[in-house]
């Protein structure tokens, strides 16, 4: 009898204590989760290459500065259902903790820009396809005719006069794309602008189909 008076005099201050140390746990981790983070001036590039864990992507950010825990971000992480995508990013200055894994679950990468000039030949498009640092170039020592029917160009008639084949535009990439996606797109927007063009042309045109 004397037993249960005595664990049930300590019981309830003990689940008091329990609880009251729960619940500053996770106000401290909510307060932490969205806490500006540790380097609120300078924008962080961070490269995640495929197959890396969530715990050495956080001692990652954490050994750049970005953030100051990197057990409170595995953890709150897979509270949050984590789905961290590779790629390039760029975290920004004071992006909190939340903030970096949202970024890094949505996939937004650094994007790279490359522009097809209005009257450039294919020489210079060629020139400036291979300039860019962070394209796979696949087309790089491939003969022009090859690769123009790599694209899906006809082997008659535009094979011998390619200039105006690709849509001058600025076509947006991550790192490691394959050329061959930038021209494909280029040329397919040309393809669909030429197509709308034909389809809204005047009843009366001298142009017959």
């Not at 001036?41 to 197959?51: E, K, L, R």
């Not at 709150?76 to 939340?98: D, N």
């Not at 300039?131 to 029917?149: I, S």
């Amino acid at each position: 009898m004397n037993l249960t008076r005595n664990l049930k005099k300590w019981l309830f201050p003990l689940a008091g204590i329990l609880a009251l140390t729960a619940i500053l746990f996770l106000y401290r981790a909510h307060a932490w989760w969205h806490k500006p983070s540790v380097n609120p001036y300078i924008a962080v590039y961070i490269d995640i290459p495929t197959g890396r864990s969530l715990r050495d992507i956080a001692t990652q950010l954490q050994t750049m500065g970005v953030i100051d825990n990197a057990h409170y971000f595995v953890s709150l992480a897979r509270w949050h259902h984590h789905l961290i995508k590779a790629g390039e990013y760029v975290i920004p200055a004071s992006a909190t903790p939340a903030a970096i894994l949202k970024q890094l679950n949505e996939g937004k990468v650094l994007q790279y820009a490359m522009t097809v000039v209005d009257g450039w030949n294919v020489t210079q498009l060629q020139t400036a396809i291979n300039a860019q640092p962070r394209l796979k170039h696949a087309f790089q020592h491939v003969p022009l005719t090859e690769w123009l029917a790599q694209l899906g160009v006809s082997a008659t008639g535009p094979t011998e006069w390619p200039e105006g084949l690709f849509y001058p535009d600025t076509y947006f990439y991550t790192a490691n794309t394959d050329d061959k996606v930038i021209l494909q797109r280029a040329y397919r927007t040309m393809q669909t602008r030429l197509q709308q063009a034909w389809e809204k042309r005047a009843a009366n045109c001298c142009v017959i189909n």
